[in-house]
């Protein structure tokens, strides 16, 4: 899937789109990755607000352990303007050999 990165705004109001990073990548660590590179980079241009990051990601075929970590600095970019973390999660395996949800 991808990281969507938006504001959101009043009832009745459609959220604000900031950015969108990791197109058609299934796979949770790029995709954390990307994210804390994007809010190294982007984060102090933004006031703070009511921000989220959605992560959407399938299961890592075999995983171990290992996996994705956000830093604290990436964490406390996050707390300064106001951004949640959602995890969503779909069905079917991240992989070479997979499309996408349900596959």
Known sequence: MSVNIYR??????HNEHI?????DE?????????LVDWLAKSAAALPRGHY???????????????GSAIDPAAMTRM????????LSEYSGFA???DDGPGE
């Open 79 to 86: 707390a300064e303007i106001g951004m949640y973390l959602f």
């Open 95 to 97: 992989g070479e050999d």
């Open 52 to 66: 989220v990051a959605d992560v959407g990601f399938q299961w890592r075929r075999n995983a171990g352990g290992g």
């Open 8 to 13: 959101v705004t009043a009832v009745g109001q």
């Open 26 to 34: 299934w796979s949770l660590p790029p995709q954390i990755q990307a």
């Open 19 to 23: 950015a969108y990073l990791c197109d």
